[in-house]
Nanobody, 132 residues
Framework: QLQLKQSGGGLAQPGGSLRLSCSET????????IVWFRQVPGKEREGVAC????????NYADSVKGRFTASKDRAKDTVYLQMNSLKPEDTAVYYC?????????????????????????WGPGTQVNVSS
């Protein structure tokens, strides 16, 4: 089983930046796409970014497109979510997730950001607060 570890997050001012990391040191992420989700209390988990197992394909929710960038360092088995131009509405707990059914092309399907049930490996979550 994958064990996803997360780091990063914290407090940023509106317009600022933060970077989240998601890593898996036992089995690596060579064969798994990673999807970033976020959740605020009382709301459903929202998928914001998907990056393929190769790191060559990405997909973003409209709410973060142009501001967030997912990337992958294959040597470190780490995926990053660079969050720029942060807004107060980006405040949430952010999770990285992977699926045992991952394919290289899954991020090309916009539904990859919506199928929460598809992901069976989850990071512990990290809080992001955007406030002045």
């Amino acid at each position: 089983q994958l064990q996803l570890k997360q780091s990063g997050g914290g407090l940023a001012q509106p317009g600022g930046s933060l970077r989240l990391s998601c890593s898996e040191t036992r089995f690596g992420l060579d064969y798994h796409a990673i999807v970033w989700f976020r959740q605020v209390p009382g709301k459903e988990r929202e998928g914001v970014a998907c990056i393929s197992s190769s790191g060559l394909s990405t997909n973003y929710a409209d709410s973060v497109k142009g501001r967030f960038t997912a990337s992958k360092d294959r040597a470190k088995d780490t995926v990053y979510l660079q969050m720029n131009s942060l807004k107060p509405e980006d405040t949430a707990v952010y999770y990285c997730a992977a699926s045992s059914g991952s394919t290289e092309t899954m991020c090309e399907d916009p539904e990859s950001l919506k199928r929460v049930f598809f992901y069976d490996y989850w990071g512990p979550g990290t809080q992001v607060n955007v406030s002045s």
